[in-house]
């Protein structure tokens, strides 16, 4: 059995990250096991909303949870500091991660969750995003066009042999960014457009893309000329009586070291410098990293081990989002 990565994009989600308090080890281990069943149970209610949860592991909880080594790439986040931006490194033990086509089911598992862990966890962050318009961020553009699809999600985002313990894994990395909106709305349209590096009306990427264009930066080649690929399942959020406004950032891969390149490129710039200007109006204020056990291993860790479903995926099914 897998955890349910690869969804149709979802039109609500709860992004839920604590930590542990010391001593409720086993209530946590617990609940994890659990976890299939409780989304099934309230899933059940509405089938057709396709409500799912998916748990990830920190580096310093694994250790904790777990009497196994750790998945080969799972580390702490590690903050990045530009000439002018920063992306920080906040701790975090555990993410949830729920999707659905309601934010009523969402909001009841994360419910149940929460009752299961009171007392034994804090909320560092909880989020409630939403889908916006034809799957556009709040900055206007769509957010949705290019994530692989298919075959070619499923390999960008399992662990295969090169690490068989943990075959059929993945790994995620979680960002909150609040937005300048009135910086933003201040640009013409056309230098917007130049920002993101596509056209804001129809969603086209430009052909005379500036090289610190957010689709620039976050196109990652290797040398021998193939592209690197993630899967962004990215959700707009905010309060308008808070003059909050913002995008969840959240990316699953095979293994860390290629979103932590992209944003290498974001924040330091390659070369040097040359960062990516959509941070001119969007400030991260979180960044956390964690694993992705399959749902057979959360299950039953220390009788099966890690393990895999037979073709080695996570989920079946196409997720269509923007490099964005």
Request: include cysteine; charge should be negative.
């Amino acid at each position: 059995m897998t955890q349910d990565v690869l969804r149709e994009p979802a039109k609500a989600a709860i992004f839920l990250v604590v930590d542990v308090r010391p001593g409720s080890e086993d209530t946590a281990r617990d609940l994890l096991a659990d976890l299939a069943g409780l989304t099934r149970a309230v899933g059940f209610r509405a089938p057709d909303d396709q409500l799912s949860c998916v748990v990830g592991i920190g580096a310093s909880m694994w250790r904790r949870l777990y009497q196994l080594p750790p998945p080969r790439d799972l580390h702490p986040f590690r903050g990045l500091s530009g000439a002018r931006h920063t992306a920080p490194a906040t701790h975090g033990d555990l993410l949830f991660h729920l999707r659905a086509r309601r934010l009523d089911l969402c909001f009841e598992l994360e419910r149940q969750v929460m009752r299961r862990l009171a007392g034994h966890v804090k909320v560092l962050d909880e989020v409630q995003g939403f889908k916006y318009f034809d799957e556009r961020d709040l900055l206007g553009f769509v957010d949705g066009t290019e994530n692989p699809d298919g075959a070619a999600a499923t390999a960008a985002i399992t662990v295969g042999a090169e690490d068989p313990a943990y075959a059929g894994g993945s790994y995620v990395i979680v960002q909150k960014y609040l937005h300048d909106l009135d910086a933003w709305q201040a640009l013409p349209v056309a230098e917007q457009e130049r920002v993101i590096g596509r056209s804001k009306l129809d969603d086209i990427e430009l052909t005379d893309q500036p090289v610190n264009s957010h689709v620039a930066v976050n196109t990652i080649v290797d040398p021998d000329g193939t592209e690197r690929q993630i899967v962004r399942d990215n959700m707009v959020f905010g309060s308008p009586g808070a003059a909050e406004f913002g995008t969840y950032f959240i990316g699953y891969a095979a293994t860390p070291s290629v979103i932590e390149r992209m944003l290498q490129r974001m924040f330091v710039g390659d070369p040097p410098g040359n960062h990516d200007r959509i941070l001119d109006f969007s400030t991260a204020v979180t960044g956390s990293l964690f694993f992705v056990p399959t749902a057979e291993f959360l299950e039953a860790p220390s009788t099966r081990g890690p393990a895999s479903s037979p073709d080695g995926s996570l989920g079946i099914g196409s997720l269509r989002r923007s490099r964005r």
